[in-house]
């Protein structure tokens, strides 16, 4: 009988000498990644750190600079907490040139000027939706006893310049939704939807059905073509940035739910003024001139009056507000306009290379090598970036001591028990956030693998990952 329990003893002794560590079930994991066919030709990497002390408790080839994707989005969105406050807002400011004279009529024009807001006439917050911000507009007209405007309404769009997008998009990419440049003025996020029409055969004509608003001043010619049943979505708009002509291309299937797709605006702060002028057309009080922008003013030598009359200043929501919706739906246009807002705040021209050097000039000063941070845009749709987990891991870690992180880390996805913001673009594929084991154990992941082949590499990254559980 003693001997008995003398032997359970050393046995329930010897159970935790072979209990795998924390780091010895990453290492495992990882390396059935890198062995997986898929992972044969890619490059992956994985930096893992104690969230409480900053030690790495797993990492590999965490200093190779590789394609971010959107997990680009969480360094974006942790600068601007630091430059630019959890509480920070943009303003837009309506006012009119020239007087009113007594019987209503405005010898001049409304100008509306934007800071940059992407959240304008956004959908996402009850207090910039569309008619919510039309309606203001049209109150603060009519509280100044304009009933008649004998110039135009003009989009004041000089503030970021005239250079939307980022270098190194695609064109792909440029035109859809997702690809909406960003500008001094922004309106219902840069995007207007296009309604589709499946047709009755492989092969046939897809209808255009409509445009979600209309927008009579873009010619779209439709080549679309009808996809085999179960093929789905591939359709592309190539759309470039100012112009009015765009052209569909790829193929629709039979059998899709989706009633259409979403275009990116090619001048939203064209169709901010567009809108407002005919909002206050239905409501009869007239413009004599067509809708402008300063920069359409410019190309024939013309420009608004400098001395103007306040009408109203709206507000954005706050940064914490928008970042929320930046990682939670990786809205593109919010990366692109936090970075420009940042480089703009310091003085410097709102572009988005000044953006992205004040963005690794901050994370430089804080320890964070520069070489690590090859930044090309704010949100990682530019498969030029680079930026190694390490360095990613680096400033999730810092993060997490600012007053702000509670509403950083309510930004998060949730995907496989996880806080952690996703990233996808051409065969990468990329996690980064925060996870919190059941034994009270915190970690800062990610993991990255750039030109894998096949589908399905998610499963096999969070396979990794689980092995912090």
């Not at 009119?96 to 304008?120: A, E, F, H, R, W």
């Not at 979505?233 to 190539?238: G, I, K, T, V």
């Not at 299937?253 to 001048?267: E, F, R």
């Amino acid at each position: 009988m003693k001997l008995f329990k003398l032997i359970t003893f050393v046995s329930l002794i010897a159970i935790p000498s072979f209990a795998q560590t924390t780091a010895q079930k990453l290492e495992r994991a990882y390396k059935n990644l890198i062995n997986d066919e898929q992972a044969k030709y890619a490059i992956t990497s994985l930096c893992v750190l104690d969230a409480s002390t900053g030690k790495v408790v797993f990492a590999n080839n965490e200093n190779i600079g590789l394609a971010t994707a959107s997990t680009l989005k969480t360094i974006t969105s942790a600068t601007a907490f630091y430059t630019l406050g959890k509480d920070f807002r943009y303003e837009t400011k309506l006012s009119y040139t020239g007087k009113v004279t007594s019987n209503g009529t405005l010898q001049g024009d409304l100008i509306i000027t934007g800071s940059g807001d992407p959240s304008l006439g956004s959908w996402r917050y009850e207090q910039t939706k569309e008619s919510n911000i039309l309606n203001q507009w049209v109150a603060a007209i009519k509280a100044a006893g304009i009933k008649k405007i004998e110039g135009s309404v003009i989009s004041d769009d000089r503030t970021f310049g005239t250079s939307t997008l980022p270098t190194g998009w695609i064109w792909q990419d440029i035109g859809n939704y997702y690809g909406a440049g960003g500008a001094s003025i922004c309106w219902r996020e840069n995007q207007f939807d296009l309604h589709l029409k499946a047709g009755a055969t492989i092969g046939s004509n897809v209808e255009l059905v409509k445009t979600v608003p209309q927008t009579p001043y873009i010619q779209l010619v439709n080549e679309l073509k009808t996809g085999a049943n179960g093929t789905g979505d591939n359709a592309y708009a190539f759309l470039a940035p100012y112009t009015n002509i765009g052209y569909l291309r790829g193929t629709w299937g039979m059998g899709i739910k989706k009633t259409g797709i979403s275009l990116a605006l090619p001048d939203a702060a064209f169709d901010a003024a567009y809108r407002l002028q005919d909002t206050l057309r239905t409501l009869n009080i007239p413009c004599d001139k067509a809708a402008s922008t300063t920069r359409l003013l410019t190309l024939v030598q013309k420009q608004i009056e400098s001395e103007q009359k306040p009408l109203l200043t709206i507000f954005s929501p706050t940064l914490s507000q928008i970042v929320y919706w930046f990682n939670k739906k990786s809205i593109n246009l919010y990366g692109e306009q936090l970075l420009k807002t940042i480089a703009y705040q310091q003085g410097k021209e709102a572009s988005t290379k000044n953006g992205a050097r004040a963005a690794i000039d901050f994370w430089a000063g804080k320890g964070i090598y520069k070489n690590a941070l090859n930044i090309i845009d704010g949100s990682g749709l530019s498969p030029g970036n680079r930026i190694t987990t390490m360095a990613m891991a680096s400033i999730l870690f810092q993060a997490q001591k600012e007053e702000w992180f509670t509403d950083y880390l309510n930004s998060f996805p949730e995907y496989n028990g996880m806080s952690i913001k996703s990233g996808n673009i051409n065969d990468v594929t990329a996690y980064a956030g925060y996870y919190t084991a059941k034994n009270g154990n915190k970690y800062v992941a990610v993991i990255n693998i750039n030109n894998y082949s096949g589908s399905g590499i998610s499963r096999k990254l969070f396979q990794v990952l689980d092995a912090l559980k």
